[in-house]
């Protein structure tokens, strides 16, 4: 009697671990998964921003950013782009740990002020050399470009001039910059992203004040008050990039796409 209810009870319990096993195995297979589990057209990467991989700040006709001004106003503590990852001297060995890592993009920025220094005028070609390389090093490996416009460096000449985004004329400078990255990379870039982040853009920078430019007023900066205006500049700041988007993407699509 006692053996054949315990017998019954081990079925059951059997039977209850069979059913829990499923969902279980669901559960506890989280770390199991692998590229399979992942569409077929999912795209794996990496990415960086100019600012933090290029280095090489003054080296072949590049001018400052606002970064590397907020870097050297002392701002971040002796921290600077200055060497960063030395990208633009180790794009080769970069490249190379991709393809070892098995990527198979890389999202990258261009930076404004080496391409074209201070923001407006003609273009600089060593820089259009090194991104040039840097392309054909990444499509020779199998290793699909991402680039980004202009993620957060826009050149401190553009600043000084008119206010950067809070002045409407950053609309033309965008588009024409970049209307250079489409005709002089689009042939092999086929992944572009205006503007990185412009919440972070209007509230860092024109809020609160804790990345360039700096702008903020009271009661918003976070630590002083440099100049600015809390309540109107992060709108027309993110008004500004908005319209500088869509004025890229309309160029994109009527002069560059087939
Ligand atoms: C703000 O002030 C704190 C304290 O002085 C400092 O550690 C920090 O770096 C400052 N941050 C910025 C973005 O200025
Ligand atoms: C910000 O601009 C608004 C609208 O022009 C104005 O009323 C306000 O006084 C300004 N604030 C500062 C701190 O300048």
């Not at 590397?68 to 106003?73: C, E, G, I, R």
């Not at 070609?125 to 699909?144: C, D, R, T, V």
């Not at 992944?191 to 990345?211: F, K, S």
Request: aromatic letters at 12%.
């Amino acid at each position: 009697m006692e053996s054949k209810s315990k017998a019954s009870f081990n079925l059951a319990l059997n039977l209850i671990l069979l059913l829990l096993n499923l969902p279980l195995r669901v559960v506890l297979s989280v770390d199991e998964y692998s590229i399979n589990d992942f569409p077929l057209d999912f795209v794996f990467g990496s990415g960086t921003t100019a600012y933090q991989w290029e280095g090489a700040v003054n080296e072949d006709g590049r001018t400052p950013s606002v970064w590397d001004t907020f870097a050297h106003d002392g701002d971040m503590h002796e921290e600077n782009g200055d060497v960063a990852c030395d990208g633009y001297h180790k794009y080769k060995e970069d490249v190379k740990l991709m393809v070892e890592t098995g990527l198979e993009a890389y999202r990258f920025s261009i930076s404004w002020s080496r391409l074209i220094p201070n923001g407006r005028g003609p273009i600089n070609p060593k820089a259009l050399e090194f991104y040039n390389n840097l392309i054909n090093e990444l499509i020779s490996n199998g290793i699909q470009p991402h680039v980004t416009l202009n993620n957060f460096d826009f050149p401190q000449a553009l600043e000084d001039e008119y206010g950067g985004w809070i002045s409407p004329q950053m609309i033309s400078d965008f588009t024409n910059y970049a209307d250079v990255c489409f005709r002089e990379f689009g042939d092999r870039v086929l992944y572009w992203i205006t503007v990185n982040e412009p919440n972070m853009i209007a509230l860092g920078g024109y809020d609160q004040a804790i990345v360039p430019p700096q702008h903020c007023s009271p009661p918003f900066c976070v630590n002083k008050s440099i100049r600015g205006n809390s309540t109107t500049e992060p709108y027309l700041v993110v008004h500004h990039i908005l319209l500088a988007h869509s004025s890229a993407v309309r160029l994109y699509r009527t002069k560059y796409k087939v």
